[in-house]
Each structure stands twice: as structure tokens, then as C-alpha cells.
């Protein structure tokens, strides 16, 4: 609910892919079990996700993504 309120929408094919454009730029975000990917071209947005998640949920940020789910990310 809260991403629908910021304009984020959820994917019909995949319930934990969130993703958010406006003008040019896309916002996504992916949810595995208590692991989350945030993408996007806009730093901005980034942060604003960030803080607004911050509000909901109890987060540890990782920094730049260099593994999930076991994989490296290169």
C-alpha cells in the first residue's frame, strides 16, 4: 500500500517487483523474503524510497549491490 500511494505499481506477473516512472526516468524495486534491489537512473528517487521505507520498515543498507541471493552482481 505504501508504494501504491507513491506511485509505484506492482507488476502483474511479479508481486515483488515494484517499479515507478516519470518523465524519463524509472524507479524499481525488488523484493526477495527480507532482501530488497533498488534501481534507478534517478539518484533522487533513490533516496526518497529510502527514507520512505525507512519510515515503514526497520532497514540496513547495504550500499552498492555486490551480491543477492548468492549471485555476484559484477
Known amino acids: 500500500l505504501v508504494m501504491r ?3 509505484y505499481h506492482q507488476r502483474n506477473g511479479n508481486h515483488t517487483l515494484f ?4 518523465e524519463q ?3 524499481i524495486l525488488l523484493v526477495y523474503v527480507d532482501d530488497m534491489i533498488v534501481t534507478s ?3 533522487d ?3 526518497k524510497l529510502k ?3 525507512a519510515i515503514e520498515f526497520d532497514l540496513k543498507d547495504l ?3 555486490k ?3 548468492g549471485i555476484e552482481i559484477a
Open 5 to 7: 500511494q507513491c506511485g
Open 19 to 22: 517499479v515507478k516512472r516519470n
Open 25 to 27: 526516468k524509472v524507479t
Open 41 to 43: 537512473d534517478d539518484e
Open 45 to 47: 528517487e533513490i533516496i
Open 51 to 53: 527514507k520512505l521505507l
Open 63 to 65: 550500499g552498492k549491490l
Open 67 to 69: 551480491y543477492f541471493l
